[in-house]
């Protein structure tokens, strides 16, 4: 019996390359947004619902009860919007048993795509929950398609690490025939035991520390630390 193949894309703009409608699409936006929704599944928020725009992030809480609204352009908290993209906001205590309605820059945006172009499944990833991603994708055996976020369309380093991680600790399960997925998995194979200090030289750090959000990238690579599996299911985010 064949393998199911995987491939990775690192940037959304070579989505429509493939046929995603056989395919598990894994979205993968380290920093932030997946952190921060598999944390707060973790931490009890009943769903997620990923918008791509703020006008619509708004509406749809005002209309659910017990809900959140958050996001992020840029890394800043959008004006309108309660909260931001930050995995460190969504404790347990804070978080357990309400709706979160999240909307940011790059991932909630591809998880759309992948959705309108047909996707047969889509999950989140990040480090946090790595092996919850890698468990389902080989029980699951279907095809796979690592969606990196990037940024604006560009390639990011700390997207391409977790898709590495997964190919590194899966691969024996698939047929891989995808450079990107080899570049990936060889980028993970050499920064894995120096991780935090190697995402210091991504521009993403950069950005993003400015705001003085260095803790938050620093968990953001860390693997395991909410390791639930989040998958979109009747319109939003939840752990079946």
Not at 6 to 18: A, G, V
Not at 98 to 109: I, R, S
Not at 222 to 238: C, E, G, Q, R, S
Request: proline share 3%; hydrophobic share 45%; aromatic share 8%.
């Amino acid at each position: 019996m064949s393998k199911p193949t995987l491939f990775t894309l690192f940037s959304p703009r070579l989505l429509d390359i493939y046929d995603v409608s056989n395919s598990i699409v894994v979205i993968i936006d380290v920093f932030r947004a997946t952190s921060t929704i598999a944390t707060a599944l973790y931490n009890g928020a009943i769903k997620i619902i990923p918008v791509d725009n703020v006008a619509k992030c708004i509406e749809i809480g005002n209309a659910t009860p017990n809900s959140i609204t958050a996001g992020e352009r840029d890394g800043k908290i959008i004006e309108g919007l309660a909260h931001g993209n930050s995995p460190a906001e969504y404790s347990r205590n804070f978080i357990e048993g309400k709706t979160l309605v999240l909307t940011t820059t790059n991932g909630t945006k591809l998880l759309h795509m992948a959705l309108k172009n047909g996707a047969d499944e889509v999950i989140t990833g990040s480090f946090p929950n790595l092996s919850a991603v890698c468990d389902h994708l080989i029980a699951a055996k279907k095809n796979v398609i690592l969606g990196c976020s990037a940024w604006k369309d560009r390639i990011n380093i700390e997207d391409t690490l977790f898709a590495g991680a997964v190919i590194h600790y899966i691969k024996a399960y698939f047929t891989i025939h995808c450079d990107s997925s080899l570049i990936a998995e060889q980028m993970y194979l050499l920064h894995k035991d120096d991780m935090k200090s190697f995402i210091r030289l991504t521009t993403h750090w950069h950005r993003l520390a400015a705001y003085g959000l260095e803790k938050d990238l620093e968990y953001c690579v860390t693997a395991d630390v909410a390791n639930v599996l989040p998958i979109f299911n009747n319109d939003a985010l939840v752990i079946l």
